[in-house]
């Protein structure tokens, strides 16, 4: 049997609306994703495990995991042995922290391994974003590219091979808190104006364009100092209880930058050291999460979707 993992990744982070990504990695050790397990069986057979299956459909045929199996055979390899998949399914859907494109992305991965298919990149990253698109509605590539790919990403369909790793500085830590109740991404987006002002688009290509070059020459805290959202947050704020408290504690304990992961409900605080990073986390699990939420203290995760051994 062999197992492939794909870690939890952070959509938009703040300042690169549908176009930044970056994977994430407790710096415990812990594994922030979903495990896929693919063996050799007699016949085709899929199950769905793991501490949030339940909140996924019961039948196979409605499962994403099933589904890229399915698309798979008929698609790219149609003389695919039989095999077994199962999913294992770590992270809580509609979380903000790209837990369909985690199930995607280590499917496809654990595919293509096991039929020694080879695909390209930009194959692989088009086949997860034709998935990414059945839950989101359109074809987002911050959650999967990476995930698959790991870091930080910049990603689209007009970047070259879809992806552009973004150099970031290695003292940045990330909190990541989920409040532990579910926000729909159909519904994030829908309370987004459906276009901005010319000045705000210019805006915001100045700051993201400043944002990846300043990465690029590392002048990490002159980039960190753009990172704003003017975008989606003020409107995905109001759907978040607590957001607005932890927008305006956090920096006093020690973050540079507070936002939405993704769609949210989770959100991330950016720290210059682990005390920040320590201290936001014991405000957050008192003040943000509830009973069935959690937080982690991260740094990005540069491996991205890989075999466990």
Avoid at 69 to 87: E, G, I, Q, Y
Avoid at 157 to 183: C, K, M, Q, S, T
Avoid at 191 to 206: C, N
Wanted: charged share 15%; hydrophobic share 45%; aromatic share 8%.
């Amino acid at each position: 049997m062999r197992k492939f993992y794909a870690p939890a990744s952070i959509g938009n982070f703040c300042v690169g609306f549908d176009s930044l990504g970056a994977a994430i990695a407790p710096i415990d050790g812990q594994l922030l994703g979903d495990v896929v397990s693919i063996e050799e069986a007699p016949r085709d057979q899929f199950s769905c495990v793991g501490k949030y299956a339940h909140k996924l459909p019961q039948e196979a045929q409605d499962n994403l995991a099933f589904q890229c199996l399915t698309h798979f055979r008929s698609h790219v390899k149609a003389d695919m042995p039989s095999l077994s998949l199962t999913l294992e399914k770590r992270l809580p859907v509609g979380s903000g922290l790209g837990s369909s494109a985690c199930s995607v992305v280590a499917t496809f991965a654990a595919l293509n391994a096991f039929a020694g298919t080879q695909l390209s990149q930009i194959q692989m990253i088009e086949l997860m974003a034709d998935f990414e698109a059945k839950v989101s509605g359109a074809r987002h590539y911050d959650n999967i590219t990476p995930c698959y790919l790991g870091g930080l990403q910049l990603t689209a369909e007009l970047v070259p091979d879809r992806a552009l790793a973004l150099p970031v500085d290695p003292n940045w830590y990330i909190v990541v808190a989920y409040p532990g109740f579910a926000l729909n991404t159909a519904k994030a987006r829908a309370v987004l104006a459906p276009e901005l002002k010319l000045g705000d688009s210019v805006a915001f290509a100045q700051r993201l364009s400043a944002f990846c070059a300043l990465l690029q020459l590392h002048r990490f805290s002159e980039a960190v100092s753009l990172m704003q959202d003017s975008v989606a947050e003020p409107s995905r704020a109001q759907l978040i209880d607590g957001y607005s408290d932890a927008k305006l504690s956090l920096p006093e304990l020690g973050a540079s930058v507070v936002s939405i992961s993704g769609a949210g409900p989770t959100l991330f605080a950016l720290c210059p050291t682990l005390n920040a990073a320590q201290q936001c986390q014991s405000w957050l699990e008192s003040n943000y999460l509830n009973e069935h939420g959690f937080s982690h203290i991260c740094q990005l995760d540069s491996a991205g979707t890989r075999e466990l051994v």
